[in-house]
């Protein structure tokens, strides 16, 4: 399992690596010169000089690249702005910030967001599935069937404005999306971001309803179940013994594939609400030509995407013992 | 994108003598559902291909701002309808003062044009670079592996945000005029670029498994060519499984294509678009209700039936989930 | 300070979805009696004069039942991109900057809304001497710093020798170059951060006075003095250039408040400034003990947080105008419209024609006639949403503002097809081709739509050039562009028209990067750009100007376009006036209201 773990991280800083080179060549291609942008109205030749030479782009892309990597690992020092310690992200100039803080200052956003999504959407999707393969062929079946349906053909920025315009501003029954710190105000926090889960929920919980309501019905088909059925075993005991864990594999897989669209696709989501948090960030750094930034970012996200898999593919282990690593 | 549950890869032991196909297509005829749902998203796909048509019947045409004159001092339609009439079946556009319907009509076309090009080329790479993958193996399957990896590592919207000026730029130099058809090519070039490699992964693996197969390797034996192996006895295996990854991806570049004209990143309106109608229904919606609900309507009905008439599909091809 | 033109801009950028700045309320939907005159009523303009040393003491006038105390929140799209006195150009910058930094010079709107200008940190406007060559400025007593140290004529010299430097390069320029006598001041002295002496053109004989030679006479002088980007810092926190970066984003402050914390784009808190003394201010009431602001929500979601008006939204507060969407939502309720805060502001929208490629005047006609003013002013929100339709290029706030109508805009204003298809065929030319440019923005885009109609319904051969809004101000500012049409904003600096007609049509101008970007070069009018800035009276320069006007309108080298409005809204538990000067919510008069 160690030796696993450690091989797939291994490969998983590499495949990282070559996101951010990736991002670094694609954001030459753009027809726009990141220093000329922040020089600003009166731009003078002098300026844009010293400008190229604090961020670093005197030197050609390879190298460029390479000194932004030294200093994710070991630290770098910015000409006229000062020594930033490893892991140093670089420093934006369209903000005037370090870029490790202002993620860092950003991240619990969009973590909220995300988990507390995912959280909403395991608990729906799964619960429903459930409902359905225990009510199967009733109307309970097909209303979950159906509803689950209608929402995976829902669209974030659809529901969401909707949901607000309905919950919160018509009949004032949660208030407007707002992130407040949860060290600050668990309550609030809770609140505040009720609405970006619930609608998260609306188009993602779909697939776990399926998916947990055919596996669900694919177990209590097998032999293994249908003996301890036959022995006497109560429904209820069979399925917390043993169907669960069948059924559980193909939920993690899609749940470690909607982590990272959850996370990725926070920009949406967070245009949507006008949350404050990565997905915004981003945008922002997209808009202008904040290399720096929009490179800490998508490694940050390819980072957690890719470490998402490693986890999922060691809980396959976790919950059925047959599957053997490699 | 949420994952596909495949089916398992058709056996081509069939006693009856029908063949794997009548076979699928006999089962898929006794889902109601699912012809339903055929029927519909047909539709969809014939108003695509016809809006010329339509235009002529209906007398309007995407582009003439004929309805410019019943909107408010503020650009809006009357309300509570958004301007619906007998003239105007569908309402007014706020602002222009388009014809609701044609824009919608026009609209389904471009999008859906974009996302089947982009569906289809991104099932073409996936099917080639799967094949020679999973075929091939060694160096190729092992760096197929590496690209598709670092594909799926990428945050998606990101991605797509970050492509779309750089590929428009490819294409047309910073001084010409922008060409109408630029942004339309730039968003199928790009949806289908970081698209495939999903496709691509399930596919190996449906090769890897083929590979191994008796009826492969009797081939092989007999001193087939790898061409031979490939066209007549690997890739008429994968018809199933390809047919269910492209429904299953189709849908998803109908919203993924809506998503980038939310972010503004879409086609400019010049060009009648599905995706963006709805953005803008989304602006104006609080007093023109219509004008977000048709549209939206739409491709709730459109993504809707054409993942049930996916799940059809899928279970006409493999019986084992049937009835599940 | 008040280039709505890149303001704008800027702001859409930062903001995918983003919506510009403007509304305002026409006289004939709104139910309320209009605030401000309209464009079409010559009658009263908002005056804005000249104040003496009375005016300039403090404290403010008191608004009429206001309160000290509490916390206002602002909701603003985009966050301050500078707050660094010498960087500041832009108005929302300006407004932010307004709690925190103080110059010698400030706009001081009264309570009837009129505007005058006041000592703010000086003890009046100051004593110009050689008739607007030498100009004396005493400090007042009892001005402080946040760390609780004097303001002396030391900081005001030192305020002003550090512009020079090339890290100060997005504020105005305009004193710099009065005070060495050189459009390139920057060759002429280096700035203080590279040693050697300091300006000798400012002179402190004491701690509290300062006296500024200027190269010719300028009568404006304090004028100028009064934008934002002429505020003063402190010498003993500015001395590290290499600090420039942090002190942009965390200025020492002199005004009634002080920054706690501020990341930018995302969030900003300011507290009271305990040094600041009330008694020196004619300007500021101050009434909250706080602000907070929240950076980066599009003006629509603002305006959707102040319908709600639920929780903290209830003392919140915005200054880049409602989302037009909203609009007739919040027109068509006067519950909401009490709560609304309408007025015209300086700032104007016009298409410039490049006359180095259009050089037919008939041409130039034919394309105001044909050009579709009506449609545009529906699409972005009519009167209230947008700005009312307006046919010169100083605006109706401006010093000296006379109404013409050259092309008889008001009359048609869907545009003529007619009277253009005619001046072509006058012109003898056969569906000449327009190139027309246009940023990568959904209103920008639909407007095009609108043009390429009534462009190609008139016979012109229509081609358009969408242009990615990150390179707008580069692209359009370049001579030899390949463009023949485009939008532009404008707004003066002062209400002078010296900073609108110079900059935009005085042909000696004409060069990459500056804005006469009609590269417009006429020798009559530039003969009497130069006899107007002679005169020295603010009432005979402006009709001088004005003539100028319509000079340049009656040559066809811009399509005249719109004065803007502004409408915006306010919780329910704060109140704010309309500031007219910056054309957006009164930040310094503003109060909790519980």
């Not at chain 3, 300011?270 to 706080?290: K, L, V």
């Not at chain 3, 008001?410 to 030319?429: F, H, Q, S």
């Not at chain 3, 229509?462 to 242009?467: A, H, L, N």
Request: proline content about 6%; aromatic content about 10%; glycine content about 10%.
């Amino acid at each position: 399992m160690i030796r696993f773990l450690l091989r797939r991280l291994v490969s998983a800083a590499g495949i990282v690596m070559v996101v951010a080179a990736t991002v670094f060549l694609l954001f030459y291609a753009l027809p726009r010169d990141p220093a000329r942008a922040f020089c600003g109205k009166l731009c003078l030749p002098e300026n844009l000089k010293l400008l190229r030479h604090e961020m670093g782009m005197d030197l050609p892309i390879w190298q460029q690249f390479l000194a932004w990597a030294q200093g994710v690992v070991a630290g770098r020092d910015f000409p006229g702005v000062g020594r930033c310690e490893a892991p140093c992200f670089g420093y934006s100039f369209a903000k005037g910030e370090w870029v490790t803080e202002t993620v860092l200052d950003r991240l619990p956003v969009t973590v909220s967001l995300s988990l507390g999504g995912a959280a909403v959407i395991l608990t729906v999707g799964i619960g429903a599935g459930m409902l359905a393969a225990a009510k199967r062929g009733t109307w309970i079946d097909s209303l979950a069937t159906s509803l689950s349906n209608i929402g995976g053909g829902m669209q974030i920025f659809f529901v969401g404005p909707l949901m607000v315009f309905v919950l919160s501003d018509t009949l004032g029954l949660l208030p407007r999306p707002r992130y407040t710190e949860f060290g600050d105000n668990p309550a609030k926090w809770f609140v505040g971001l009720l609405i970006p889960w619930i609608a998260l929920s609306v188009i993602f919980y779909s697939n776990y309803t399926r998916l947990t309501r055919s596996m669900l019905l694919e177990q209590f088909n097998e032999d293994y179940v249908r003996t301890a059925r036959a022995k006497g075993m109560s429904r209820r005991t069979t399925f917390f013994r043993f169907a669960w864990r069948g059924a559980m594999i193909p939920v993690v897989t899609q749940f470690g594939i909607d982590l990272g669209v959850l996370l990725g696709g926070a920009i949406v989501t967070e245009l949507t609400f006008g949350l404050h948090g990565l997905g915004e960030l981003v945008t922002q750094a997209f808009t202008n030509t904040d290399l720096p930034m929009l490179l800490g970012i998508t490694v940050l996200s390819a980072g957690a995407i890719v470490l998402i898999n490693v986890v999922v593919d060691a809980l396959y282990a976790v919950i059925d013992p047959r599957v053997r690593l490699s | 994108m949420a994952t596909v549950v495949l089916p398992e890869t058709a056996e081509p032991t069939v006693t009856i003598g029908l063949s794997p196909g009548r076979i699928a297509w006999r089962r898929f005829k006794r889902n109601r559902t699912g012809v339903f749902c055929f029927f519909v998203s047909a539709t969809f796909f014939i108003i695509a291909a016809t809006a010329p048509l339509i235009s002529l019947a209906y007398g309007k045409n995407a582009h003439e701002r004929y309805g410019y004159r019943l909107l408010d001092a503020s650009g809006y339609p009357p309300p509570p309808t958004g301007g619906m009439s007998p003239e105007f079946w569908l309402g007014i556009e706020p602002g222009l003062g388009r014809d609701v319907f044609m824009q919608l009509v026009f609209g389904i076309r471009t999008s859906l044009a974009i996302a089947l090009i982009a569906t289809v080329g991104l099932m073409l790479i996936g099917i080639t670079v799967g094949i020679a993958a999973g075929y091939l193996g060694g160096r190729t399957d092992y760096w197929a592996g590496r690209v598709i990896d670092v594909l799926l590592a990428f945050p998606s919207q990101l991605m797509l945000i970050a492509l779309v000026p750089v590929v428009d730029s490819m294409l047309v130099g910073p001084e010409e005029a922008t060409p109408t058809w630029l942004r339309f090519a730039t968003l199928c070039i790009v949806l289908t670029a970081l698209g495939w490699a999903g496709s691509a992964r399930i596919l190996r693996s449906q090769v890897l498994s083929l590979r191994e197969r008796e009826f492969v390797e009797a081939a092989k034996v007999s001193g087939a060519s790898p061409a031979r192996i490939i066209f007549r006895e690997i890739l008429p295996n994968l018809w199933s499984p390809i047919i269910v990854l492209a429904t299953w991806q189709l849908p998803i570049l109908v919203g993924v294509e809506a998503g980038l004209g939310f972010l503004g990143v879409g086609l400019g309106p010049d060009v009648p678009d599905w995706g963006r109608m709805f953005l803008e229904g989304v602006q104006y919606y609080h007093l023109d209700f219509p004008y977000l609900l048709w549209p939206g309507l739409a491709m709730l009905i459109f993504i809707v039936c054409f993942n049930l008439m996916g799940d059809a599909i899928r279970d006409a091809l493999d019986p084992k989930t049937k009835g599940l | 300070m008040r280039n709505r033109a890149l303001a704008v801009l800027a702001a859409g950028a930062l903001v995918l979805a983003g919506c510009a700045k403007g509304g305002g309320a026409p006289r004939s939907q709104a139910t309320q009696p209009p605030p401000m005159p309209t464009a079409t009523s010559e009658s009263k303009v908002a005056t804005i004069r000249v104040g003496g040393a009375a005016d300039s003491q403090g404290p403010a006038t008191e608004v009429s039942g206001a309160k000290r105390g509490g916390t206002i929140t602002g909701l603003f799209s985009v966050g301050p991109a500078h707050l660094d006195p010498g960087q500041i150009y832009y108005s929302d910058q300006s407004q932010i900057a307004g709690l925190i930094s103080r110059g010698l010079i400030g706009f001081k709107q009264q309570r009837d809304g009129n505007i005058l200008i006041v000592g703010d940190l000086a003890t009046d406007t100051g004593t110009s001497g050689d008739g607007g060559k030498t100009w004396t400025f005493t400090l007042k007593d009892g001005v402080k710093w946040e760390d609780g140290s004097p303001i002396t004529s030391e900081d005001v010299k030192w305020s002003f020798e550090r512009l020079y430097d090339p890290v100060i390069n997005q504020g105005p320029t305009y004193v710099q170059q009065w005070l060495v006598g050189s459009k390139d001041y920057r060759a002429k002295y280096p700035g203080p951060y590279k040693g050697g002496e300091g300006l000798k053109t400012i002179e402190t004989p004491d701690a509290r006075t300062v006296v500024f030679h200027l190269d010719k006479q300028h009568g404006d002088f304090n004028m100028a003095l009064g934008m934002p980007g002429y505020a003063i810092v402190p010498k003993k926190h500015t001395q590290d250039v290499k600090d420039e970066k942090n002190y942009d984003k965390r200025p020492h402050a002199s005004g009634p408040y002080r920054i706690v914390k501020h990341t930018p784009d995302k969030s900003m808190e300011m507290e009271r400034n305990p040094h600041w003394d009330a008694a020196t201010d004619p300007i500021r009431n101050a009434y909250p003990d706080r602000w907070t602001f929240e950076f980066g929500v599009t003006v629509q979601q603002a305006t959707d947080r102040f319908i709600a008006d639920s929780g903290e939204d209830q003392y919140a507060v915005n200054i880049f105008g409602l989302g037009p969407e909203r609009l007739p939502e919040v027109v068509a309720d006067p519950e909401l419209m009490k709560r609304a805060i309408t007025g015209i502001t300086p700032f104007t929208e016009y298409w410039a024609i490049n006359t180095k490629r259009i050089t037919d005047p008939k041409v130039r006609e034919a394309l105001i006639k044909a050009w579709p003013m009506g449609a545009i002013h529906k699409l972005a929100g009519g009167d209230m949403g947008f700005g009312y339709l307006g046919t010169t290029i100083m605006s109706p706030t401006g010093v000296g503002f006379r109404k013409f109508d050259v092309w008889g805009q008001l009359d048609k204003p869907d545009g003529d097809v007619e009277a253009a298809r005619k001046l072509l065929a006058e012109a003898g030319e056969q569906n000449p081709t327009i190139v027309y440019a246009y940023a990568n923005r959904p209103l920008q885009q639909k407007i095009a739509v609108l043009v390429q109609e009534a462009l190609t319904k008139a016979g012109f051969t229509y081609v358009g050039k969408e242009i990615d809004a990150n390179s707008w101000g580069d692209t359009i500012g370049q001579v030899d562009k390949a463009i023949d049409v485009h939008r532009s904003g404008w707004g003066a600096d002062w209400p002078d028209g010296q900073t609108v007609l110079p900059p935009l049509f005085d042909g000696r101008l004409v060069a990459d990067g500056a804005s006469n970007y009609s590269n417009y070069d006429n020798p009559e009018v530039n003969k009497a750009i130069d006899e107007a800035d002679k005169l020295a009276t603010a009432e005979e320069r402006g009709a001088a100007w004005s003539k100028i006007d319509e000079m340049i309108v009656k040559d066809a080298a811009l399509i005249p376009g719109f004065y803007l409005t502004y409408i915006d809204m306010r919780g329910s538990k704060v109140w704010a006036e309309m500031d007219y000067y910056w054309g957006g919510t009164n930040l310094l008069t503003a109060y909790v209201n519980e």
